[in-house]
């Protein structure tokens, strides 16, 4: 049977679109659509119900769906037994990453380790930290670095990156370098990221321990992530929080500024996560060990990360 086939039926079914499944997959709606109908010519029976607005499996294609995902999975670790033979790593290593980590940190570590590893194809995948977690229980992705945890028996979460969450404002703003009280904070306009993001998860439970609600704040804006927050205050829209790693260098070039609030001290740590149903392939091992030496003090997770990962070890 061909597995592009059951490929593109899981892919359906997962995100409720033709166009979305070609989209994650990298193919086009037409090949989607042509796939399933082979698919379903050859096991005799229709898979998907194309009636309605949305798109779902009929009772066959549920069946279809969950042995599709059992053959997939067999599949993935035939390939990953193979790779592990091997003296030299080679293989195609996907990272998907919350924007903190995916868009400072991870592109020169990824970079770094393909050219140690150069028949090793490395891709990042970037989104907010909840779409991440999301992909990795859906097995889109294998792993992911994210700002958050979420409780969950499926996923393991390991230590990856230490980092700091703070106070972004203009260079000439009154807060600027200086240690403001929580009664300041309440008053100032605020722009806050899209519900989902890392930074966003961490500031809200810093709050609510200090016993402020969100909507005690004077947040005038939602926008997006982290890249979009901090155009807006570099426009004079607000303030608002970040991690320090999105915001070093414009520290450096004097075009923002940084505050603290009394009583606030929100530290994070960025994580690692995969699913708990299987161990770690030997490539992600393998990177994961690199980014720890690469990292030095900065790195979160301790020297014997290989064999807790390996062991499935979960730290809370």
């Known amino acids: 049977m061909d597995t592009k086939q059951l490929a593109a039926l899981v892919a359906v079914v997962d995100r409720s679109s033709f166009s979305h499944a070609a989209e994650q997959l990298g193919v086009t709606q037409p090949a989607v659509s042509l796939a399933i109908r082979s698919l379903e010519k050859r096991l005799g029976c229709q898979l998907i119900d194309r009636s309605g607005r949305v798109v779902e499996p009929t009772e066959a294609g549920q069946v279809a769906y969950r042995h599709a995902q059992r053959i997939l ?4 670790d035939l390939i990953r037994s193979l790779e592990d033979e091997g003296d030299e790593l080679s293989g195609h290593l996907v990272v998907g990453a919350s924007t903190g980590p995916g868009e400072r940190v991870l592109p020169a570590l990824l970079g770094a380790f393909h050219r140690q590893h150069p028949h090793v194809v490395v891709s990042l995948r970037v989104d907010d930290t909840e779409t991440i977690v999301d992909r990795v229980l859906d097995r889109q992705l294998e792993f992911g670095i994210v700002g958050a945890e979420r409780a969950h028996r499926s996923l393991v979460f390991e230590p990856f990156l230490r980092d700091e969450v703070v106070l972004v404002v203009p260079t000439d703003h009154p807060f600027a370098g200086k240690e403001i009280a929580m009664d300041e904070l309440l ?9 989902g993001a890392g930074v966003r998860t961490v500031v809200e439970r810093e709050l609510r321990a200090a016993g402020v609600r969100v909507r005690d704040l004077n947040v005038v804006a939602e926008l997006g992530l982290q890249e979009s927050a901090k155009s807006a205050v570099e426009a ?3 303030v608002t929080f970040l991690s320090r790693l999105a915001v070093e260098r414009e520290l450096d070039e004097g075009r923002l500024a940084i505050a603290s609030v009394k009583g606030l001290e929100p530290g994070r740590l960025f994580f690692a996560v995969r699913s708990a149903a299987r161990p770690p392939g030997r490539l992600v091992v393998s ?4 980014a720890r030496l690469t990292l030095g003090e900065k790195a979160a997770f301790p020297a014997d990360n290989r064999e807790r990962l390996v062991r499935g070890g979960r730290v809370g």
Do not use: C, M, S, T
């Open 236 to 238: 004079g829209l607000g």
């Open 187 to 195: 008053d100032v306009p605020l722009v806050v990221q899209q519900e």
């Open 73 to 76: 999975g067999a599949e993935r």
């Open 287 to 290: 990177f994961l060990d690199f």
